[in-house]
């Protein structure tokens, strides 16, 4: 019998050699978690024997249980690394559509030939769907969760259909004269100096701004802005004359890369204003003459409610011909609207004491975009960032716990799967509820003390030789009786 009791400990102590051994040949393996050799004593007895003297039978593993404690983390350069702080674990599945998953703690993803977010295995991370422009959760079932892509391209372009404008024009600006009068000869004529894009002293400001055709290529659109003089204006044309009264017109001009097109104040039938009309261009390298628009303020320096081209507290929108620049195949019929005022109406044109600013600048439209960033949050939330200025949320890394994790089936490369043992999966938000915060741009590293392991290395080396040791006792004395005669 005490050759099976230091054999039983022999094998117990070859096993807590290969517990240790394995927890230290992973001790830099990402998500792995440390397994503990668990050992109990044998003692058979039955109702005729004696418990008083009775000596136990030895040893046996009762359990190589893993201790899944938390690693420390180690922090990287690339945005698609991720940790786990606290409870849970990535679910993978190793086919689009396959709900047959396996957890793993290791968050070292990367993005295969088709943009979907995989590990070292090649299998697909799932998450929950979102709204891709709020991000709001669609759901938190793991019936439902989904591979999350990350594509390289952000839609299709979009052409631009409206400029939201605001502004601030200096009121002490010098007007530029128009031309008064046909007979240079007779009192009052003034030689006008009409728009031109290409003369600085025909305006008196510009600011640009970048448009997109309907193939996604952009264009710079450049509106400038010239002060009138009072009292000034075609002899022949008392409807563009302003009054003598009234010093507070701007004509407003506009050019796309550099080629004049024309702007309107239109009424809701398409009918041009009468009297929006600005003075018409010269002719210039970029084509002409071309048609402005006119606005006027008030002595409060707000836009005038008594010109034609007021509108709701702005100027009305004006129209844009942008399109008939275009050389490149986009849609020549292009139009866009300037609004004279941010989205919400707050930021109006104004006439002040002050230097030329733009307060609000905005335009719609976009063109292609590439992925410039991918950035995930504490909660999972995984948003992409594109050149033409589009961030769209992808998707929420989906989370899963279980009842005993001790109970999970290990499958190798760092993964489980679900057993009965285990109970249910059961999935949620990061960062939520008993689910541990995903750390972007890191890694879980190995929960293996090293230091300790060493200890029990040298421990375990010396239980086995003990054991070795009682089994060489134990056959001496067996020799010695044997040689007895």
Do not use: C
Not at 239 to 248: A, F, L, Q, V
Request: no cysteine.
């Amino acid at each position: 019998m005490s050759f099976n009791i230091a054999l039983g400990g022999i094998n117990a102590s070859q096993k807590d050699l290969d517990v240790t051994a394995n927890n230290i040949s992973n001790v830099k393996t990402t998500g792995f978690k440390q397994s503990r050799a668990e050992f109990a004593d044998v003692y058979a007895s039955s109702i005729f024997s004696s418990g008083r003297a009775k000596v136990g039978d030895g040893v046996l593993t009762s359990s190589v249980a893993q201790q899944f404690s938390q690693g420390t983390l180690d922090f990287t350069e690339n945005s698609l690394d991720m940790a786990i702080s606290g409870n849970g674990f990535f679910a993978t599945a190793s086919q689009i559509g396959d709900q047959d998953y396996n957890f793993t703690r290791s968050g070292a993803f990367k993005l295969n030939n088709e943009s979907y977010m995989v590990d070292n295995n090649g299998n697909y991370l799932v998450g929950f769907p979102v709204n891709e422009t709020t991000g709001t959760s669609q759901s938190s079932s793991l019936a439902t969760a989904q591979p999350l892509r990350i594509p390289d391209t952000a839609g299709a372009p979009s052409l631009t259909e409206n400029v939201n404008l605001s502004f601030n024009v200096d009121s002490r600006s010098n007007a530029v004269p128009m031309k008064t009068g046909d007979d240079p000869t007779k009192t009052g004529y003034v030689e006008g100096r009409p728009f031109n894009p290409e003369d600085t002293g025909s305006y008196n400001t510009s600011t640009s701004t970048t448009i997109y055709d309907s193939l996604g290529e952009s264009h710079v659109m450049t509106t400038y802005y010239v002060r009138r003089a009072e009292g000034q204006g075609g002899e022949n044309d008392p409807g563009k004359k302003i009054p003598e009264d009234d010093n507070t017109y701007w004509d407003i001009y506009t050019t796309v890369d550099g080629q004049g097109v024309d702007a309107k104040q239109q009424d809701s039938e398409g009918t041009v204003i009468e009297g929006t009309e600005a003075e018409p261009t010269a002719a210039f390298s970029g084509g002409g003459p071309y048609q402005g628009i006119r606005v006027s303020f008030g002595s409060d320096g707000k836009p005038n409610s008594d010109s034609p081209g007021f509108t709701d507290e702005t100027f009305r929108d004006a129209t844009v011909a942008v399109g008939s620049t275009y050389s490149n195949g986009a849609n020549a019929n292009q139009e866009l609207a300037i609004k004279f005022q941010d989205p919400q109406g707050d930021r109006l044109p104004t006439q002040y004491a002050s230097e030329f600013e733009v307060n609000f600048l905005e335009q719609d439209g976009s063109t292609l975009g590439r992925l410039t960033k991918v950035e995930t949050a504490e909660d999972g939330l995984i948003s992409a960032t594109y050149s033409n200025g589009d961030t769209r949320y992808l998707g929420q890394v989906a989370l899963v716990r279980f009842a005993n994790e001790q109970g999970l089936t290990q499958v190798g490369g760092t993964s489980w799967k679900q057993s009965s043992a285990s109970g249910e999966a059961l999935a949620g938000q990061a960062n939520s509820g008993t689910f541990g915060a995903i750390e972007s741009s890191a890694l879980e590293n190995s929960n293996v003390n090293l230091t300790k392991e060493l200890v029990d290395l040298i421990s375990a080396q010396r239980n086995f030789q003990a054991n070795s040791r009682s089994l060489e006792v134990n056959n001496t004395i067996n020799q010695t009786i044997l040689q007895i005669r």
